[in-house]
């Protein structure tokens, strides 16, 4: 259907606001996952993909207002607009497309690409039907890629599109798509992977120090590049628009009735306030313009303050001004701790761009531990979030890359990384040239 101007500009204004308080969201590496094996979808002699969990509008032209809704494509007005679904096959073989798909009045002739190849349809009818499109062969197991784009129309719109139906031999076994309509838009942000690193027995870590670079043209709006992790929160960097990016700092509060995280001190032209949505604690950010293909470090201290209390320190190396930076200290009450859960992870928070991809490298990772010395780590576990354990998402992966640990997410690429995959990479032995005692 055509909606509403009124209930766009609600809608606009309700995704504008979430989106804001996404830009802090805050998660944390799932502790242990219950099920290894992924839950596929069943064998059937056909499937409906929704467009509302698998759809973006992928080219949204000036002037245009299509948009994917609850009920699938709506909005469909402009010709120049393409709106884009992807599902995963695991068999080659013949593909047979149709739509379900209805119009306002009248005739709407509209193209369907399929994996590059066009067929253009002529749709009628005000209820919804289901309108065949055409078959492709699938050479390769992986993502395919279906496009809509309208050619010319009588109606006011081009038509409402709700599902992509799918058949044939290539459907046969292990069809995977967004099929979980509650978290519909957790799919449409696609998968959160981690890096767990290992610290050696024996040790109190009390620094965590690491390297990390995002590859030019990784950087996506929406995508929140952590690097050190810990048990009680995170530090890393995000581009949050296409003006702005941020260093994040976030610690998480106690339990419910332990009283709150609180500002110690923080660091010159640093922002700090408490985060609710997903949990509730401090944050902490500083508006920098980081840059694709430079190397940041990244150093992170936690430690008992001696009153039953411990306090969470970050800091970010910066060459553009060949400087470590202080971003802030912060005191988590009824909680005596040193640095556990060392992690990274790689997250998109916007759920209009998760079919774009998106990797970063991680290299160089140390502790420094209670006892006064530098401790490498050289072990990494790969692990994901639900959306990729429920088999809602397959475009995950994590490993070694050049001698760095890596991850990667988004962009329905056609391999994964099993969960629970433990790398080791290649000790630097360079351990941080960093003084702990002259830090800012």
Known sequence: MKISTLLS??????????FSCSKGKESTIPVERLDNGLS???PASSYSVPLAGNGYVTTL?????????????GNWTNAASITSAWFRLSLTGTLNISIRAKVPSGTSSIRVTVNGTPFTKSITGNAYATHSIGSVTVGAAGYVRVDLQGISKTGSYFGDVSD?????AA????????????????????PSVHMGYTIPAGNTAEWFYNEMTIPSGEDKIGSYFMSNGFSQGYFGIQVNSATERRVLFSVWDPPAGQGQTTLVTKGPNVVDNAFGGEGTGGQS???FNWQAGTTYKFLTRIRPDGTGASLFSSWI????TSSWRFIATWKRPNLVTYYT???????????????LGRKVRYNNQWIYNTSGSWVELTQGRFTTDATGTNDQRRDYAGGLDAGSFYLQNGGFFATNTAYGTTFTRTATGTAPTVNLTTLP
Do not use: K, M, Q
């Open 164 to 168: 992509i139906i799918i058949s044939g």
């Open 61 to 73: 032209a000036s002037g245009g207002s299509e948009v994917i809704t609850g009920n699938g494509l």
């Open 341 to 355: 859960g060392a992690h990274s992870f790689l997250e998109n928070f916007a759920d209009t761009r998760g079919y």
């Open 171 to 190: 459907t046969a076994n292990n069809v995977t798509y967004a099929s979980d309509a509650a978290n519909y838009y957790w799919s449409r942000r696609g």
């Open 40 to 42: 596929v979808l069943p």
């Open 317 to 320: 190396y910066t060459p553009e």
């Open 9 to 18: 500009s609600c809608t606009i204004l309700l995704c504008t606001l979430f």
């Open 285 to 287: 950010y500083l508006i």
